[in-house]
């Protein structure tokens, strides 16, 4: 993990596996046996939208093409749905990573032990080469609240505006902004808007 790199997911794997790092320089102290707790009462169940109200897009997300539902712990996982219930939605009904993150309802480490922090670059870039579609605009605040410049400079980006040969068809098929959108981040062919959404005519921020 680059340093910086607020991925939560590890952080979760590491706890969950009892690794602790103590001192320095860091060492792995000795793996602990799950403490005894009391079982976890079922939260209620979200009730369910009418299934013409439920987007495409979170519809093919419960399709679950990764679990074996067969298996007799399957039912044990958590769901999406019950580990986000209490999350802002987007326009989709996906959960608002972003807005959980700028509530604190989020609240990432910025490396293992806590104690590092992020460096938050405010900088818009506009990027012009959209066709007809309105440009890009690709806000670093947004992406530096939990990801290191490293993660994304010198690749897949190089640090100057309009040098690198993005287009839709390299994102769709996961290169460029597509590494993380569709994957981690919000799912592009939903969602134009998000990133072109900057009106050709409008008057253009100072950069
Ligand atoms: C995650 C952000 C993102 C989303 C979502 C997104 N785009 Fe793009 N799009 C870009 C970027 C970045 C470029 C390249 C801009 C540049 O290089 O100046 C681009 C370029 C384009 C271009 C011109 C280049 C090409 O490939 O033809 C078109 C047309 C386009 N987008 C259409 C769309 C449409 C339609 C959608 C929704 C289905 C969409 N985009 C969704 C980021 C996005
Ligand atoms: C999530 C990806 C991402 C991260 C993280 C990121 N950048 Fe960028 N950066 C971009 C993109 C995309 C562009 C625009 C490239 C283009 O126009 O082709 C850009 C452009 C730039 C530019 C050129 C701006 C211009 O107007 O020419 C600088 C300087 C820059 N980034 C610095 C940084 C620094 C410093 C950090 C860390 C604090 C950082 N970036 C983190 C994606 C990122
Ligand atoms: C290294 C991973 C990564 C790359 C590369 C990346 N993004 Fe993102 N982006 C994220 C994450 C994570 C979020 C926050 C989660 C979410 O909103 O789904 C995000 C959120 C956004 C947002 C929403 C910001 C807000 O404040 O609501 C926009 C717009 C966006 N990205 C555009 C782009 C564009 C355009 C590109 C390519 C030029 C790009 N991203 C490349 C990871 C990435």
């Known amino acids: ?10 952080l979760v794997l590491c706890a969950g ?11 792995l102290a000795v793996l602990m046996p799950a403490p005894t707790l009391a079982p976890v009462a079922p939260s209620p169940p979200r009730p369910a939208a009418p299934a013409d109200e439920v987007h495409p897009a979170r519809r093919a997300l419960e399709l679950n093409p990764i ?3 067969s ?13 986000t219930r209490d999350m802002k939605r987007d326009a989709l009904g996906f959960p608002d990573w972003m ?9 990432p480490r910025a490396d293992l032990l806590g104690t590092g922090k992020m460096n938050v670059l405010d900088l818009d870039v506009v990027m012009k080469n959209t066709k007809e579609m309105p440009y890009v605009l690709f806000p670093h605040q947004s992406h530096t609240l939990w990801l290191d ?14 040098v690198n040969p993005v287009s839709m068809s390299a994102i769709f098929r996961g290169s460029y902004c597509g590494m993380c ?3 981690v981040a919000f799912i592009t062919f939903y969602a134009c808007n998000r990133c072109h959404s900057v009106a050709q005519d409008a008057a253009l921020p100072k950069r």
């Open 1 to 10: 993990m680059r340093e910086g790199t607020r991925l939560a997911l590890l």
């Open 99 to 107: 807005a959980a993150l700028r509530s604190g309802a989020i609240a």
């Open 71 to 83: 298996n007799p712990a399957y039912f044990r996982l958590q769901r999406m749905d019950e580990a």
């Open 149 to 162: 410049c490293s993660n994304c400079h010198p690749a897949p980006f190089l640090p100057k505006n309009g």
């Open 17 to 27: 596996l009892g690794v602790a790092l103590a001192g320095e320089p860091m060492r």
């Open 181 to 183: 959108h569709d994957r």
């Open 67 to 69: 679990y074996d539902a």
